[in-house]
C-alpha cells in the first residue's frame, strides 16, 4: 500500500462523524485507512474496531484480521473466516515476536488497560512496523505519545476525546 496515495487528510476529514462512546473515536482514522488493507493486528479486541475491521464496505479487500486480547469479555465473535483470535496474558510481546511485521497492513494498538503496557506495546510496534500503518487510541494519554517516538509521522485527531492517532514510519 502506497501511504501517500491510499490516506490523504482530505480522506481523514471526510470520514468524520461524531462518535457516541468514547469506545469508538477510533473509527473514522479506521473507516479512512481502510481501502487497499489486506492484513490487520488488532490488539485489543472491542465492538467497534472488530466489527469494523471486518465490514466489507470499509475493508473491501480484508483478507486476515489477527485479534489479539487478554481479557476474553472484549472478544466479538464472528463466524468469520479471516479473523483468528489470540487470547494472551499480559505481557503480550512474546506472542508478537512470533508475528510476521512486514506482512502487515495495519495494526491497531488498544490494548491493555494499564497505561504501562500499552507504553511498552506501542514501543514495540514503533520498532517493528516498518511498512504499516499503525492506528493508536487514547491518544490524549501524554505517556502515549512518548511511547510513540520512533514513529516518523503522526496525524493525531483530536475532535474527539479520547484522541486517535495515525502512524508510520515509511514515506
Known sequence: ???????????????YEPQGSPFATHVPLLRAVGKGVRTVLELGAGEFSTRLFLDRTYYPDLVELVTVEQDRKWVVCHDDPRHKIAI??????????????AALDLIFCDNS????????TL????????????VAHDFDVPSYAEAAGGFE??????????????LWRAR
Not at 88 to 101: G, R, S
Not at 113 to 120: E, Q, V
Not at 158 to 165: E, F, L, N, V
Open 1 to 15: 500500500m502506497c501511504l501517500e496515495e491510499e490516506v490523504k487528510v482530505s480522506d481523514l476529514l471526510s470520514m
Open 88 to 101: 494472551v496474558e499480559e505481557p503480550i510481546e512474546p506472542f508478537l515476536d512470533m508475528v510476521d511485521f
Open 113 to 120: 488497560t494499564s497505561g504501562d503496557r500499552r507504553c511498552d
Open 123 to 134: 514501543r514495540y510496534v514503533a520498532k517493528r512496523a516498518t511498512r504499516s500503518l499503525v
Open 153 to 166: 509521522h503522526c496525524i493525531v485527531d483530536d475532535r474527539q476525546s479520547p484522541h486517535t492517532a495515525l
